[in-house]
Each structure stands twice: as structure tokens, then as C-alpha cells.
């Protein structure tokens, strides 16, 4: 349970994070198909997205058109809110407000249970991931169905996310394959026994699977990526056509989506239409692009608008522009991290660089402390940010907000304390050129202590040479001039070596 | 020209040679270097580990010290990052406007060696001579923090009987990260094992860049595998004259 401070959190963190980043890491570093399926998937995915990013000449400044609008949207939020809700409700649809995953949640089972309907279709949705929906329709008794290829794979392998777009990343296709001819008879239609894992085999079988549920089901479950307030317009981006399916067949349709996937009106979207799918698939325009306003004649239509810690995040002035993000995943796809650990080790349904902004400001920053140090502020991600999201700077943000071992902290203060004047630091070298006593062969120090164990667990440490630089400077310049020369502004003398 | 070194604490400590170089270098060219004694660490490694009360100190004390210069020089990407993006940030968010306008004017006359040479000192060629197959690192905060850009192959390539050769996913991290080498070693271990087999791919005899901390890392892992690749300072290289090596 999170501390409340002030401005209203998620009350249940369970789907926004988990085992300690380092930890959970390590047993990712330590699976060679996986990083070898991450390494293969991401570079194909980089090169697709740097070749068509590169063919459009205004990118820069389609970029800051993108981070322009979500800036004006999030400044305006409440009341370009109400004017969404207005809009839904003038053309048919009802609209709920959650504050947090337990009353969408509830929300949502009782839309569902209120049709007699035991079982449902989704279309991906990371909103429902967020507040744990499908977990709790099946405690409701009613069984939620993934529709998107990938999170069917992941769904039917019992398995969790691992990418933004690409869920099912880290699987290859023999993995599919098997996990097809084991599950898919158990919940539906079969698999055949002579699937092979060729993808036009494996595709068909998921279309033939998936094509039962669609017609059978009775309520649809979709996000948004992007709701336009001035019309009250839903809209889902997606490459395969279930997306379709599920908001055209089904009669009830109920759609959760984040308060910040708003923008004001019609013409924004043209700039995020251009964005998002070279950004995600690399792709110059998005296969499937369903736009809906309000309820369509004969569907009872529902919006769920979610809050879950979005209002806290607005609330902080360096943090809030993560909520910027239109989940295209290109800042994991450029992550070295993320490509060597996968979505799993973030531990919360956000993974990658976004993630590790994102879900300790969702969380609070002290129940997801090893997020932030989750990089190597390689700046990678915000070269590649559609919407411009600083995160390199948003990281350095949050990792002055977590609480922090104390024994790393009597270090830092050691540290600031020596470094604090050049007396104490030249005090604190000699020290340091003692470790030549540490040095082994060829000059080489091979193992220190813990915390510096990380560091020897694989690199050695040259020995410090004999002589510093400060003393060379002595034997070759003679004397340092005086600390601070004629003041030509304000320094104050700040004390001689 | 009267150019005032910032060491980094780092090449003060650990590796003094990518300061003597640098040394060398600007003199050779005919430039008096002052060495402002008052110097100690820009800040860097207790902001971007979550201490910025910490880092304040020093912040203040890296301006009263180098405020009295016209240009400044460091040979490292990142700290040069650090004065450029950090401090005036770190200050203004401590309420210290006044101490957030003199970083900036600092920083504004904060160079890293690369950046100098190149459009300070309008030079490519430095006169230096290093017949060694050479590849370069790039280093992150070089190339997205300060976007020096090809400053650093140019001089390269200017140099006497020097063999550049381009190394495979140069802007890839290295996995260094300052207190992440640390904090998340498996994963660095992991990204330090990619970045070395694209340096032994490709058979270069140096491995480059303009950052001690980077080549510590990829050094350390170099040497520990025992591949008798050197990892050397981009001002060492530039610094070498003919049967010096």
C-alpha cells in the first residue's frame, strides 16, 4: 500500500512492479536465447525505424509539434476532460471516471456482468495490463480474451508481456509453435497437429483460433490511443485487423484508456498519425486505423477514463512529461539495457526506458527504487523519443527521490566530503595511490572489496601511478599559480592546495 | 591563448596520462595552460547517483574556480556534459539564480578537447604522429550530450601513419554508466562483452576515445580477458610525435 502524498496514487502497484531491478536482470543476462532473441528483434526493428524516420525531412519538427500538443493537452487536462466527456455523452456513449485499477476494475465486471456476457475480446490494451482487468474478470468469472497475435502467444503461453508493441519478444518461433499445440484446444479451437512454425502456419492458426471468439462474443474490451476532446473520437492504431473485429462485431463496446491519451482536436491527430507508426513498427503508415465517436447505431457504447496516479505525475513539474509517451517503444527498441535484460526484469507492465520513468512516478518513487538506475543515461532513448521525453534528465529526477542504501550513502557523503577541498581531495589521492599495493601482476588490480566487487566481478582496475598529475605539474611547471587569481568575478578565494 | 585545464577527478586519480597529454598537446601548439589548483570534481557522479544536496558544493566550487578563465578544457565528454547540462539546472533547483547564471557562463567557456581543437583553435591537424591500427569509441555523452559529432575521426585522421578503422556499433553504450558499471554489473558485464567483441572484430591494436571512464571499463574488460588490446586517451594519441609511441 502506497504512502498517500498528497495527490491521489494507485492504490494497487501489483502489475507496476516487481523483483528489484538487478536481481531480476541478472537471471534475464544469464538466458542466452533470450538475449539472443532480443538482440535479433531489436536491431531489426531499429534499422526499420532509423530507415523511415530518415526518408522525412521535417522530422524535428514533427517532433516538436508532437511534444507541443501533449505539453498544451496535459496543461489543459481537466478541461479538455469534461469536453471529451461531453462529446462521448452527446453522441451515445456513457462515460466513467476511475481513480485507480480498483474501481476500473470494478467498473468495468459490472458493465460486463450487466450483459449476461461470460466471456469477452480485447484488443490490446495497456491500460487494462495496468490495473491487472483480465485477473480480476476472472475472478468474476468471465474469461477475457487477447485477440492481438502477440498477446494471444503470451496469454497462451501463462506468460507476461515483455515489449510495449512486440509482447511476445522474447519468444521465438519454435516456442510459438509449441505453445499453440499445447494450449490453444484447451480454450477454443485447436491448433492442427501438423503445424509447422513457419509464421504463414502459425498466423493462420491464430486467425482460425481467434475468428471463433469473435463471432461468439458478445462484448468487446479495447484502449485508445488517442481520444480527441473537441469530437469525442476514439481512436485505435493496430497492424493485423482484430482490432477491427472487436470494436465493429460485438455489441457492447468498453474502452479504458488513460486520462493523458487525449488531444484537443481532429487535426492533432495528423501529426501523431505520422509519428507513432514509424516510431514503433517502422512503418510509413499504420495498417489499421479505427476511429469511433460515441456509441454506433445498435452498440451500447462505455468509456472508462482512468486515473490510477496520472494526477500525481501532472503534478510534478520535472516528471510530467512522461506523460507524453504514445507507447510507440521506440526508446526500448534503441535501449542496450532493455536489449539485454527484456520487459520482464522492469518488473511492471511499462518496461524499458519509458517504464523506468513511468512506473515509479505511477507507483511512488519508493516502492519501484531500482528503476531508476535501470540505465546507463546513454541518451539513446531520447534521441528517438517521437514526443521529445527527456529521460536521461527524468531518470537523474527520480534517483534523488528514492530512498537509498545506507551504506552507498556514507560513500557519496565520504566522497563530497573529501572532494569538498583540494586539500582533503589531494589527501584522499596519496590514499588512493596506496592501492598500488593492491596491484597484481603486470599492474592490473584484480579484486576489491564490495561495493567495488561489481566492478571486479569482470574488469580489472590499473594500479594508480606513482607519480599524480598534480606532482608532474609541480616537476615540470614548478609551483601551482594561487588557487583563484585576481578575482574578475565574484570568487571568494576558495581555499589554497 | 590562455587555457585553463579541468582534469576531471578521475584522470587526477586514476589515469594522470590523458591530463599530461592534453597538457603537452595544447603547448606544443603554442598555448599557456594554467592548472587552477582549487579544482577537484565537477558534481557528476552524486547527481546522476541521486545526490544532488551533495553534488551543490561542488558545483559551487568547480565555478569559483574556473570563473576567472576565458576557455577551459577537459579531456573527457562526459564531465564537459555534466558543466553544460548539470550544473546551472542543479543550482537554479536549489534556488540559486545567481549561481545558475555564473555556471552557465562557465559552461559556455567549457570545452572538451575535441570541440577546442576543432573550432576554438580551428585545427584538425595537431602535428602528431601514431603509426597503430586505431578504432574509436565514441563514447554516449560525447556524441548525445555535447553532439561532438566527427571532431574527434578528423583529428584522428590527420595524424601521421595512423590506421583509423571504423568500429561496428561505434553508438552503442559501452555499458560504463558511471555507478551503473556498479549498481547493475550484470548488465553492464553484458554490454561490455558486446562492445569488445566489435573492438577485437575489428583486429585494431588501440582502442580509443575521449573518455577515461569509458576506457577504464572497456580497458578493464580487455584486459581481464586478457586480449592485449590497449585502451588509450584520444589526447595521448594526439599528443605522440614521431618515434614516441
Redesign the interface.
Known amino acids: 500500500m502506497s504512502t498517500f502524498l498528497g495527490l491521489p496514487r494507485a492504490v494497487d502497484t501489483s502489475q507496476l512492479r516487481g523483483r528489484p531491478f538487478p536481481e531480476a536482470a541478472r537471471a534475464a543476462v544469464a538466458d542466452p536465447q533470450l538475449r539472443r532473441n532480443l538482440g535479433d528483434a531489436t536491431a531489426t526493428i531499429r534499422a526499420k525505424r532509423a530507415r523511415v524516420v530518415g526518408e522525412v525531412p521535417d522530422w524535428e519538427s514533427l517532433r516538436a509539434a508532437g511534444a507541443a500538443i501533449k505539453d498544451h493537452t496535459l496543461a489543459n487536462l481537466d478541461s479538455l476532460l469534461l469536453q471529451l466527456e461531453a462529446a462521448v455523452t452527446a453522441r451515445g456513449g456513457t462515460v466513467h471516471w476511475a481513480r485507480d485499477s480498483a474501481e476500473a476494475n470494478r467498473i468495468v465486471t459490472e458493465l460486463v456482468r450487466a450483459t449476461g456476457a461470460d466471456e469477452v475480446v480485447k484488443v490490446k490494451s495497456m491500460a487494462t495490463q495496468e490495473i491487472g482487468l483480465n485477473e480480476a474478470l476472472e475472478a468474476a468469472g468471465i474469461a477475457a480474451w487477447e485477440t492481438d497475435l502477440a498477446e494471444l502467444i503470451v496469454q497462451l503461453g501463462h506468460d507476461k508481456p515483455s515489449h510495449i508493441l512486440v509482447p511476445a519478444i522474447h519468444r521465438n518461433r519454435a516456442e510459438i509453435r509449441e505453445i499453440f499445440l499445447r494450449e490453444m484446444g484447451a480454450v477454443g479451437l485447436p491448433a492442427p497437429a501438423d503445424l509447422t512454425d513457419s509464421p504463414p502456419a502459425l498466423a493462420e492458426a491464430a486467425r482460425r483460433h481467434l475468428r471463433q471468439k469473435f463471432l461468439s462474443a458478445r462484448v468487446a474490451i479495447s484502449g485508445a490511443n488517442f481520444a480527441v476532446a473537441a469530437t469525442g473520437t476514439l481512436s485505435v492504431v493496430e497492424s493485423e485487423g482484430n482490432g477491427r473485429m472487436c470494436l465493429t462485431l460485438p455489441p457492447t463496446l468498453i474502452t479504458v484508456m488513460g486520462i493523458e491519451k487525449l488531444v484537443p482536436t481532429w487535426q492533432d491527430l495528423e501529426v501523431f498519425l505520422q509519428l507513432l507508426p514509424r516510431s514503433s513498427t517502422g512503418e510509413r503508415m499504420n495498417p489499421y486505423t479505427s476511429m469511433w465517436s460515441g456509441a454506433v447505431e445498435g452498440q451500447d457504447f462505455h468509456l472508462v477514463l482512468l486515473d490510477n496516479g496520472r494526477t500525481a505525475v501532472l503534478g510534478d513539474p520535472s516528471g510530467r512529461s512522461a506523460l507524453r509517451c504514445i507507447r510507440c517503444s521506440a526508446c526500448l527498441n534503441v535501449c542496450p539495457v532493455y536489449e539485454r535484460t527484456g520487459g520482464h526484469a522492469y518488473g511492471s507492465v511499462y518496461p524499458g526506458p519509458i517504464g523506468a520513468v513511468l512506473s515509479p512516478q505511477l507507483t511512488g518513487p519508493e516502492l519501484n527504487a531500482t528503476l531508476p538506475y535501470a540505465s546507463s543515461l546513454c541518451g539513446a532513448c531520447y534521441d528517438v523519443c517521437p514526443v521529445a521525453i527527456d529521460i536521461p534528465t527524468m531518470l537523474v529526477h527520480l534517483r534523488a527521490q528514492v530512498p537509498h542504501p545506507a551504506p552507498e550513502r556514507a560513500v557519496m557523503r565520504a566522497a563530497a566530503y573529501a572532494m569538498g577541498s583540494p586539500r582533503r581531495w589531494a589527501a584522499t589521492r596519496s590514499a588512493s595511490r596506496a592501492g598500488r599495493l593492491l596491484g597484481g601482476r603486470r599492474g592490473r588490480i584484480r579484486s576489491l572489496p564490495p561495493p567495488l566487487s561489481g566492478w571486479t566481478a569482470s574488469r580489472d582496475l590499473p594500479v594508480p601511478p606513482a607519480e599524480g598529475f598534480r606532482d608532474w605539474w609541480t616537476r615540470t611547471h614548478g609551483s601551482p599559480p594561487p588557487a583563484t587569481p585576481p578575482p574578475a568575478a565574484g570568487g571568494d578565494g576558495a581555499g589554497a592546495a | 591563448m590562455r587555457i585553463a585545464l579541468f582534469?576531471t577527478?578521475l584522470?587526477?586519480?586514476?589515469?594522470?596520462?590523458a591530463?599530461?597529454a592534453t597538457?603537452e598537446v595544447l603547448e606544443r601548439l603554442g598555448h599557456e595552460v594554467?592548472?587552477?589548483?582549487?579544482?577537484?570534481?565537477c558534481?557528476q557522479?552524486?547527481?546522476?547517483?541521486?545526490?544532488?544536496a551533495?553534488?551543490l558544493?561542488?558545483v559551487r566550487?568547480h565555478v569559483?574556480?574556473f570563473?576567472?578563465y576565458e576557455v577551459v578544457v577537459a579531456p573527457s565528454g562526459s564531465c564537459v556534459g555534466s558543466v553544460r547540462?548539470?550544473h546551472a539546472a542543479l543550482a537554479r533547483a536549489a534556488g540559486d539564480a545567481e549561481l545558475a547564471a555564473?555556471a552557465a557562463a562557465v559552461a559556455a567557456r567549457t570545452y572538451e578537447l575535441s570541440e577546442l581543437l576543432v573550432d576554438v583553435l580551428g585545427l584538425t591537424d595537431v602535428g602528431a604522429s601514431y603509426p597503430h591500427r586505431v578504432t574509436y569509441h565514441p563514447t554516449?555523452?560525447s556524441?548525445?550530450?555535447l553532439r561532438v559529432g566527427d571532431r574527434p575521426l578528423r583529428l584522428l585522421r590527420a595524424v601521421r601513419g595512423l590506421d583509423l578503422v571504423e568500429l561496428p556499433g561505434a553508438?552503442?553504450?559501452c555499458?560504463?554508466?558511471?555507478?551503473?558499471?556498479?549498481?547493475?554489473?550484470?548488465?553492464?558485464?553484458?554490454?561490455?562483452a558486446d562492445k569488445m567483441r566489435a573492438v577485437l572484430d575489428t583486429r585494431a591494436e588501440v582502442c580509443a576515445a575521449g573518455d577515461s571512464s569509458c576506457l577504464?571499463?572497456i580497458?578493464?574488460?580487455l584486459?581481464?580477458l586478457r586480449t592485449g588490446v590497449r585502451t588509450v586517451h584520444l589526447a595521448e594519441i594526439l599528443a605522440s610525435r614521431e618515434g614516441v609511441a
Do not use: I, W
Not at chain 2, 584522470?11 to 596520462?17: E, F, K, N, R, S
Not at chain 2, 594554467?34 to 570534481?41: A, L
Not at chain 2, 555499458?175 to 561490455?192: C, P, R
Open positions: 582534469l577527478c584522470v587526477d586519480a586514476v589515469v594522470p596520462a591530463g599530461r597538457v594554467v592548472f587552477p589548483p582549487g579544482q577537484t570534481c558534481g557522479m552524486h547527481v546522476n547517483t541521486g545526490y544532488p551533495e553534488a558544493p561542488l566550487r569559483e574556480t570563473e576567472p547540462h548539470q555564473r554516449c555523452h556524441l548525445r550530450l553508438e552503442e553504450c555499458g560504463f554508466g558511471g555507478t551503473f558499471a556498479v549498481k547493475n554489473a550484470d548488465t553492464s558485464t553484458a554490454m561490455l577504464l571499463h580497458g578493464g574488460g584486459s581481464r
